[in-house]
Each structure stands twice: as C-alpha cells, then as structure tokens.
C-alpha cells in the first residue's frame, strides 16, 4: 500500500463539520509507556522503531491510512478505518490506543462538538463524565475545559428533552478530550495494548519453540520486551510422531505474525541420531535430562551462528520432570550460555490464559494423535545431583561437540515473511 506524501493532507479544522457533529477526520491516538523513560536520542530511535511497525502491522491486516506521524508523546494514525484502533493495539510497545476525532484547539469548537456528540450517545437516564487533559500552552485548565463541555452536554441533553446526570466516579458514558498545541482529540472508549518495546529494540534470541502451550508464551513474553525471536524445534519423529514438529511450525507462524514484515526463520533439528546414541550408555532415569541438555547445547551453537544474545525456553518451575529446581540446575551445569526462562514462576493457568489471547491454545492442545513420546522413562528422574549431566556425558561413546556442530550443520532452515 503507497503513503500519499505530508503536503497532499490537511488538517485545519472545519467550523461546519464540527458544529454539525460531523469531525473532518478520523485519527488513532497510541500511547507508549516505558519508552517516555528514556533518553532523548533513544527514545527517538525507540519511537520511529515502533511508528514503522505500526505500519508494517496495519498494512499486513490491509488497513487503509493515510499518514502515521510523532508528536510530543504520542502516535497519531490518520485513518477512517474501523479496524485501525483494534489492529494497532497488537503491535509491542503499544500500552493503549484510541479511535479519535480531530478538533481544532479552539474551545467553542470543542465544547460544540462534545455537545452533539453527547447528544447522540448519551441516552436519557444515563449518567456520563467528561474528562480533559491538555498537552502545550493554553489559556484555560484541563478542568476548565471539561466543565465547559460538560455544561454544553447537559444543556443539549435538557434541550432534546433527556434527563441529564453527571457521575464523575462510575458513568454510563464518558467522553475524552485531549487538548493539544494546534489539534485536539475527541474520543471515548480505549483499547489495552500489550505494552513492553517495540520489536527489533532488545537484540534477537534463539526460542526453544515445541509444539506446547508453554514455549510459545514464553517466546511471546520475551517479544514484548522487544526480542526478535529465532525458533528452534526438535524434530523427534522416530519417538514422537510427526504432529509434534507441524505444531512447532505452526505456533512459529502465529508468533511472527505478531511481528509482519520481517524475514523470518525457524531451525529445525534432527536429533535422533544424538537419541539412539545418547540412550546407549545413560540410565534410564536420567534420559530427559539429557535430552534437554542436549537441545540447550545445539541452542547455543544456533545462537553464535545467528549472533543472538540468549535463548528463550518454556520452562515453568515444577511442571514436568525436567523442569524441577534440581534438574534445571544439573542439565545446565557446566554450560555457559545465557538462559532466559519467562514462565519460570507462572502458574499453568496464567500460562493458558496468555497462549489463548496470542491465539497459539488452539494448535498447541490439538490431538498429537495418541503417540507420546517414546524415550520418556516411566519414572524420570526429578531430584538430579548437580553432576549428573555431566556425569552422564562422560559415558558417551561419540563427541559431544562434534554431535552438535553435525546437528545444526544438518538442520532445516525454513525461510519465511509473514
């Protein structure tokens, strides 16, 4: 979709229109938190980081705008779109947005459309509030102003024959003004973003991506603060079915589609020759133990290859046999790699809750057609001493570094643009 140029777009305001209730255009206010913060040529960098997200978001769901422009705090989106409000709000660094209406910063033009507006929205009975806020130099209060249309508002209301009635604690319908320099904004509902730093401002790191519930918000988790994630799954066929793998590749998707517009890769490992030779010489006990040392292993090779800063991991305290203090401190030990683990103090049904909003519930809980995984012992060890990785290594009969190098040599990168 081509932007039109700045000089082809106006935005004077229009007497007639507002007085008529009619606003000239429609805009989408987004508001950034945690951005604010910082200095000013970061937050510069920060900010036009996330204006071309916002776009690339917006053109991926074939929402039409016509500029998207920086203005002392804040983002403004010219667009008449239904959908502009509700798509820009997916977009990380985003803590909320507003579908606005475009005033002048004249008072009369204000109070005139508040008091149609409210007219039309406000049904007799219901209770409403109006609240202000002023954003450059003016001759009046933001109190001021909200008084003077909630007076016009009730004046209105009375005239049409309504019974009007102010509740500033708990109205049936408020109506938002912010007062800027030369524009003002007319809105009146706001939608949450999911907050954190735009996409591409924290660096990219490997994710140990499956076909789960739980990687995935852990991935997700760790977009939000503004990681470009680069998925990396076990492809286990010969122990877990092929099913397992088609998920892994589908959580993949829906995650990169909270970030369109970028190139994107998902590795995926072959590991069963590392299984058949692991499992010859480890006790039973200790084969998840293994395994995941193994893939934190190829992990890292993969993170030095794409010049990553971490790896991202599902792991949530207690949930499984690999997954207990004792053997996430063994299956690490002795490995210096940078580990993040975002669910690590999650309780399940907090981790539901995310995957069901991001839209990757639904893929990670279909059926895997009956077929767990093979090399699961019945009973995994879930209280490993702190060598016991180690230890086990030391019996193999093969390289562990030459293993993992001819690992991520053979991997399958699948290449992709959301």
Known sequence: MSIPPADSLTVESDSENFESGQ???????????????????????????????????????????????????????HSSDPAAAKITALVFGVV????????????AEITAFCANTGEKMIA????????????????????????????????????????????????????????RQTNSYVYFETIKGPGGFPTGTQGKMVVLLSGGIDSPVGAWLMMKRGIEIIPVFFDNEQYAGSIVSEKAIENAKVLFSWTPGRRQKIYRIKNGEYMDKMM????????????????????????????ASGIITGSSLGQVASQTAENMLSETYGLSL???????????????????????????????GGKECLAVPEKPEVKAILTAAVSEEEKFVFDIDEMVQKTVENAEIIEMKI
Not at 96 to 103: D, E, G, N, R, W
Not at 141 to 157: F, H, M, P, V, Y
């Open 280 to 307: 010859q010489t480890t006790g039973t006990k200790n084969i998840c133990l293994m395994c995941k040392r193994f893939m934190f292993r190829v992990a890292g090779a993969v993170m030095d290859k794409e010049k």
């Open 23 to 77: 606003p000239e255009k429609t805009i989408v206010i987004v508001r950034y938190g945690e951005l604010s913060l910082k200095s000013k040529g970061v937050r510069d960098r920060y900010e036009q980081i996330l204006k071309n997200n916002i776009q690339q978001m917006l053109e991926y769901h074939n929402v039409s705008f016509s500029k998207i422009q920086r203005d002392f705090g804040r983002i403004f989106i």
């Open 124 to 179: 007799d009975g219901e209770t409403f509030a109006v609240r202000a806020r002023r954003a450059g130099n003016h001759s009046f209060t933001s109190n001021e102003i909200a008084r003077q249309c909630g007076d016009a508002i009730w004046e209105k209301l009375a005239a049409s024959g309504k019974t009007p009635a102010v509740d500033l604690t708990n109205p049936d319908k408020e109506i938002f003004v912010e007062v």
């Open 338 to 368: 940078p580990l993040y683990h975002p669910l690590l103090a999650f309780d399940k049904q907090e981790i539901v809750d995310i995957a069901q909003r991001i839209g990757t519930f639904d893929i990670s809980i279909r059926s895997d």
């Open 96 to 107: 909320s947005v507003s579908s606005a209406y475009l005033c002048s910063s004249d008072p």
